[in-house]
């Protein structure tokens, strides 16, 4: 059974800097393809960040150049290094690993960006 916990969320003003962490129970985390999902105040889940079993990465164009995301597979972990942080940014964001045709969620973790 697959269990992931997310930590690192937090309070940070605009402008600083979050790197939130993933930690993966089970033995297909090499294998799986990772990745971060958010969700804001009143907003559908959107998709954030994917890095592949082979660490190809890819980020939706609203965190380009601000968030990188990466993964280590001795550790099972995958995290997201987020800079220059913006109010918008402001949501819960969530780990999901993907194998086959399953889908596996983590809790979540709160990020603010206020002043």
């Known amino acids: 059974q697959v269990q992931l916990v997310e930590s690192g969320g937090g309070l940070v003003q605009p402008g600083g800097s979050l790197r939130l962490s993933c930690a993966a129970s089970?033995?297909?985390?090499?294998?799986?393809?990772m990745g971060w999902y958010r969700q804001g105040p009143g907003r559908q889940r959107e998709w954030v960040a994917t890095?592949?079993?082979?660490?190809?990465?890819s980020y939706v164009d609203s965190v380009k150049g601000r968030f990188a995301i990466s993964r280590d597979n001795a550790r099972n972990t995958v995290s997201l290094q987020m800079n220059s942080l913006k109010p918008e940014d402001t949501a819960v964001y969530y780990c999901?690993?993907?194998?086959?045709?399953?889908?596996?969620w983590g809790q979540g973790t709160q990020v603010t960006v206020s002043s």
């Open positions: 999901r690993m993907g194998w086959g045709s399953q889908a596996y």
């Open positions: 089970g033995s297909i985390f090499s294998r799986a393809v």
């Open positions: 890095i592949g079993s082979g660490s190809t990465t």
